[in-house]
């Protein structure tokens, strides 16, 4: 990979021989590049050709003509006449690719919604605010806010304090790496994956059946009825949110657990000391030391709980009064074809995260001040 | 004043005296392994017997190998599509894998040690784009897909997810390579390399673990998809993929908790694996702190 040509060439003889051959194999190895590229997209977007083969030409374009281009980009530039241009040139070779690609799928893509929030179902005509009011006003809409918030306070503050509980606890007994790992694995789970899991928990049977669900089956044997968890509306929406608890509290853990192992033993044991029960240690020294982390692990699930749809999605579509908004989101989108109604809903998701875009921004110019 | 000096307990008095904590520590590992058993179980039961009786029964007579059957999984496999859709999602999620990370190191490298106008802003912007909703991104990333023949296709989809991982990728990525020693590249430049160089022979080895968990990230996330894979691949068996399989099934079947476990258990066995095995990069990934929209 050392062919380099910030050296200019030593001699006389070099200039002569290698240069004109080196200048065209610059020039043909990008054109030839992207002669391949271009053949190949064809050839992937060809729905007929062979899957396996498809995905052969991918990955070799993937790894390998992503790799080239950036190698022969990098040497053309290497042929800018002077120094300056050259230095002025290059980091663009390297931060080109992935500009281009978040500009196509992140940056103009989000003006473009929400530019059509403004449009009908279909795009044409300019509708004003309608799709707004239908957002804040519809029956649906008015149920998938309440529950969002919901969703929003319950998940958060449950994976919070059982991840916090879990890491407090473990960290006082020597089976502690076994132990997280249990609470962690969820979080390799899919949210369909987890959803079929606890509709399994779920199960309901008549009460003359024997139930096959564990929490019916906990139930009956105490003497209840079983109940239909994800169709009684006073808890069907609980239900669904224990799943997400389920899925994120190894994450909190995780991250509670590193803070927790940073706190200085010296100012727990000055406190003890001073008779300091644990309760009072925990409560007065812990917390306030990795109160920042409580927050942020508070907001990154937040950031999940706000967008969740796949766990509504396969569990109840929404029905039975646990409709959210990026359920909504897609059913207007792909199912009722309304890019208006959708697109709405996608600004509405975007503001309610733009507090955070905006704290991040803050802290990472401040690190970076601080360095 | 006195000295206070602690008894001396024996291991098992410290173990008693630990009690509660130990109680609380095991009923929480029941609860959260508890669900995911159930349906391991039920997978390997037959039909008639996860409908009338509770997979917990099962405890009462394990041994009795004639209850175990692996017809669920054959099942499922051949005749409900599982298999192409496996081999589906291999096909989506690995090259949307490699495609955002070299992506993302070159750029990462460029915005740690190299200068250019424009610098601060773009990092700024990425970090931006980090927690962005991808509900912002669907509807036009369809509409060009449309208009460019690219939906339905493993192309399109590759590039719809290595693009959404993208700010993760550069923002872990520019993190690790922004700390590396400084001497160790102005040694590098002083011997006459160049940045191509220095990138692939020196930053890129040195970075393998900040690769490795941001790779673990990114295949769990395209694996474990449904929302990207729904809109931009669709349901039809030829493309579906596990997740979306696995949804249709329990839309279509979903009283069949034969096929819904030994399905679940299917979608559930390449992440777990994964997650196990390289457990340790992905806790350093996520302390070093990722958040993604």
Redesign the interface.
């Known amino acids: 990979m050392s062919l380099q040509s910030n050296k200019t060439p030593q001699s006389l003889a070099d200039i002569l021989t290698l240069a004109p051959i080196r200048l065209v194999a610059s020039l043909i190895v990008p054109v030839l590049t992207f002669i391949i590229m271009y053949w190949s997209f064809n050839f992937m977007n060809d729905k007929e050709a062979p899957k396996l083969l498809v995905m052969l030409v991918g990955l070799f374009i993937g790894i390998f003509g992503v790799w080239i281009l950036y190698w022969s980009t990098d040497n053309l530039v290497s042929w800018l006449p002077t120094e300056n241009l050259r230095q002025g040139v290059r980091p663009f070779v390297f931060v080109g690719p992935a500009m281009t690609m978040l500009v196509t799928f992140l940056i103009y893509p989000t003006f473009n919604t929400i530019y059509l929030s403004f449009k009908d179902a279909r795009s044409v005509n300019f509708v004003g605010l309608q799709n707004y009011v239908f957002a804040f006003t519809s029956p649906d809409m008015k149920i998938a806010f309440v529950n969002n918030i919901t969703w929003l306070i319950v998940v958060t503050t449950g994976s919070v304090m059982f991840g916090l509980l879990v890491a407090v606890l473990v960290d006082r007994v020597s089976y502690e790496g076994f132990a997280k790992s249990l609470i962690f694995l969820p979080m390799a789970i899919s949210f369909v994956g987890a959803s079929v899991i606890w509709r399994f928990v779920y199960a309901y049977q008549p009460a003359n059946r024997p139930q096959i669900g564990i929490l019916n089956a906990l139930l009956v044997m105490f003497g209840g009825d079983p109940i239909g968890w994800l169709i009684e509306r006073s808890f069907n929406n609980f239900a669904l949110m224990a799943i997400m608890i389920w899925l994120q509290t190894g994450f909190c853990m995780v991250i509670l657990s590193a803070a927790l192992k940073g706190v200085p033993t010296e100012l727990m044991e000055a406190a003890r000391i001073d008779g300091a029960n644990e309760w009072q240690i925990f409560f007065s020294i812990v917390i306030p030391q990795i109160y920042g982390t409580i927050i942020t692990v508070a907001t990154t699930v937040a950031i999940a709980v706000l967008k969740v749809f796949d766990v509504v999605f396969v569990m109840t579509s929404g029905q039975h009064g646990t409709e959210v908004i990026a359920n909504r989101m897609y059913v207007e989108t792909f199912r009722n074809r309304d890019f208006g109604h959708g697109s709405a809903l996608s600004v509405i998701l975007l503001i309610a995260v733009i507090p955070i875009i905006v704290v991040n921004i803050r802290n990472f110019r401040e690190q970076r001040k601080s360095n | 004043m006195t000295t206070y000096t602690r008894p001396t307990r024996s291991p098992l008095q410290k173990f008693l005296e630990?009690s509660p904590?130990?109680v609380?520590?095991v009923f929480?590992?029941l609860v959260?392994?508890?669900?995911?058993a159930?349906?391991f179980i039920?997978s390997f039961r037959d039909p008639q017997a996860?409908?009338?009786?509770?997979?917990?029964t099962v405890f009462a007579h394990p041994f009795e190998f004639t209850q175990w059957t692996l017809q669920n999984y054959y099942q499922v496999f051949a005749a409900q599509g599982m298999a192409s859709a496996f081999?589906?999602s291999?096909?989506v999620t690995?090259?949307a894998v490699?495609?955002p990370v070299?992506?993302?190191a070159?750029?990462a490298?460029?915005?740690a040690w190299?200068?250019?106008p424009g610098?601060d802003f773009?990092f700024?912007?990425?970090?931006?784009?980090?927690?962005?909703?991808?509900?912002?991104?669907?509807?036009?990333?369809l509409?060009?897909y449309t208009s460019t023949?690219?939906n339905?296709?493993?192309?399109g989809i590759?590039?719809?997810h290595?693009?959404?991982g993208?700010?993760l990728a550069?923002y872990l990525l520019y993190n690790y390579i922004s700390q590396l020693p400084r001497e160790i590249l102005e040694s590098a430049f002083i011997d006459?390399?160049?940045?191509?160089?220095a990138?692939?022979?020196l930053v890129l080895p040195l970075s393998i673990p900040a690769i490795a968990s941001f790779c673990i990230f990114q295949f769990?996330w395209v694996?474990?998809?449904?929302?990207v894979a729904?809109?931009f691949l669709g349901t039809s068996p030829?493309v579906a993929i596990v997740?979306s399989r696995?949804?249709d099934l329990?839309g279509s079947r979903g009283q069949d908790?034969h096929l819904?476990?030994s399905?679940?258990f299917i979608?559930?066995a390449i992440?777990?694996t994964?997650?196990?095995s390289l457990?340790r990069y992905f806790?350093r990934g996520?302390?070093a702190?990722s958040?993604k929209?």
């Open positions: 630990k904590v130990h609380a520590i929480m590992c959260w392994t508890f669900p995911t159930g349906i039920s996860i409908r009338s009786s509770g997979w917990w081999m589906n291999l096909i690995i090259p490699v495609i070299t992506v993302a070159f750029a490298y460029a915005f190299m200068d250019f610098r773009f700024t912007l990425v970090i931006g784009l980090m927690v962005i909703p991808i509900q912002m991104a669907l509807i036009p990333v509409r060009i023949g690219l339905g296709t493993f192309l590759w590039l719809a290595a693009s959404f993208l700010p550069i006459g390399a160049s940045h191509f160089t990138f692939t022979q769990l694996w474990n998809d449904l929302l729904l809109v030829d997740t696995l949804s329990v908790w819904l476990t399905g679940a979608t559930m992440p777990l994964v997650f196990i457990q806790v996520l302390l702190g958040v929209g």
